[in-house]
C-alpha cells in the first residue's frame, strides 16, 4: 500500500472495526498514512482527465458497512487542492452507514488553465469516520432564543 504505515491501520486496542469490501482487488485498502491521522486515503478506481472546471464522479473500488450511530465523510486532500486546484464538489460527502454501494467520490478541477489527470491508484480523497446523532426532530411554534440569533453570513464582520 502507497504511503502506508502498517502501524498506522488503527489496530490499535479498541479501535472502532469497519468491514469493507474490495470491488477492486487491484487498489489497496483503505489506509491511514500515520498513526493518529484521522483521514484513510482513498483511491482511483480510474484514469480521468478533468479539463479546466470539469468534474468526474470517480469510483474508488471500496464499498463498507459502518456500524449505527457512525458516518462516514470525504473530504478532499489538501495537496491535490494546494497544487492543482483539485477539489470534491460536495466537500465532504456523506456516507451514511445503512450505505452499501462503491464510494465514489465527485472531483471538481478548479484550476483555470491547466488539465488535471487522476490515474488509477491515485490517493484522490480522505475517508474519516465519526460517531453522528440520529435525532428526532420536534416541532415547536417558537425556538429558544440564542445569544447568535439568526446571524450568519459574516454577521460578525470580517
Ligand atoms: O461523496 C459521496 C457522497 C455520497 N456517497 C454515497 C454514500 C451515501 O450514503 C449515498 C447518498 O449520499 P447523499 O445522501 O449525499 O446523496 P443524495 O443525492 O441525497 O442521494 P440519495 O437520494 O440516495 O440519498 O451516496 C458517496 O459514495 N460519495
Ligand atoms: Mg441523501
Redesign the pocket.
Known sequence: MTGTDPGATGDRPGALEIVIQRLDPGLPAPGYAHPGDAGADLYAAEDVELLPGERAVVGTGLAIALPDGYAAF?HPRSGLAARHGVT?V?AP????AG?R??????IINTDTKEPFRVRRGDRVAQLVVQRVERAVFREVELLPGSARGAGGFGSTGR
Not at 460527502?93 to 451514511?96: I, M, R, S
Request: aromatic share 8%.
Open positions: 470525504v470534491l460536495n460527502g456523506t456516507v451514511d450505505y454501494g462503491e464510494i465514489k467520490v465527485t
